[in-house]
């Protein structure tokens, strides 16, 4: 089995939701500088040795829905191929994201993953923008 190691990190700077500097700022292009950010900071890596960028988001929807994983890598720059996903399991979506990226150099199914999280607490609200789970489910809640 291949190891896995983590060669970079970078976060966005805090704001104050919904009232601070960051709350009309998109998650998408927060995101792709972030991936900006982290590539810069790997000496001799360029985009195009890079095959796949994971992304988690607890609230995949408006600002920060359409698969936002593939939008950042679009917005990053990142080449067409590499096809960016997002993964959702709630509060732990960009744990969930890193997790798969290792899962999948471990298998040797690539070799350079970018991952992490995007959530915007200024655009989208906690619960989402309009909160419609199945009634059958709600039954047994």
């Given at each position: 089995?291949?190891?896995?190691?983590?060669?970079?990190?970078?976060?966005?700077?805090?704001?104050?939701?919904?009232?601070?500097?960051?709350?009309?700022?998109?998650?998408?292009?927060?995101?792709?500088?972030?991936?900006?950010?982290?590539?810069?900071?790997?000496?001799?890596?360029?985009?195009?040795?890079?095959?796949?960028?994971?992304?988690?988001?607890?609230?995949?929807?408006?600002?920060?829905?359409?698969?936002?994983g593939r939008i950042i890598?679009?917005?990053?720059?990142?080449?067409?191929?590499?096809?960016?996903?997002?993964?959702?399991?709630?509060?732990?979506?960009?744990?969930?994201?890193?997790?798969?990226?290792?899962?999948?150099?471990?298998?040797?199914?690539?070799?350079?993953?970018?991952?992490?999280?995007?959530?915007?607490?200024?655009?989208?609200?906690?619960?989402?923008?309009?909160?419609?789970?199945?009634?059958?489910?709600?039954?047994?809640?």
């Open positions: 089995m291949k190891e896995a190691y983590i060669v970079s990190s970078v976060r966005t700077a805090v704001g104050k939701a919904p009232r601070g500097s960051l709350r009309n700022v998109r998650p998408d292009d927060m995101g792709a500088a972030v991936v900006k950010g982290a590539i810069a900071k790997v000496k001799g890596l360029e985009p195009e040795q890079i095959d796949d960028l994971i992304f988690g988001c607890a609230f995949p929807e408006a600002e920060q829905g359409f698969n936002l890598a679009q917005r990053a720059g990142l080449p067409n191929s590499v096809a960016g996903c997002t993964v959702n399991r709630f509060c732990a979506s960009g744990l969930q994201a890193i997790a798969i990226a290792t899962q999948a150099i471990w298998t040797e199914q690539a070799k350079v993953i970018i991952a992490g999280g995007a959530e915007s607490m200024s655009l989208i609200p906690p619960g989402g923008n309009n909160l419609l789970p199945n009634p059958a489910l709600m039954e047994d809640w």
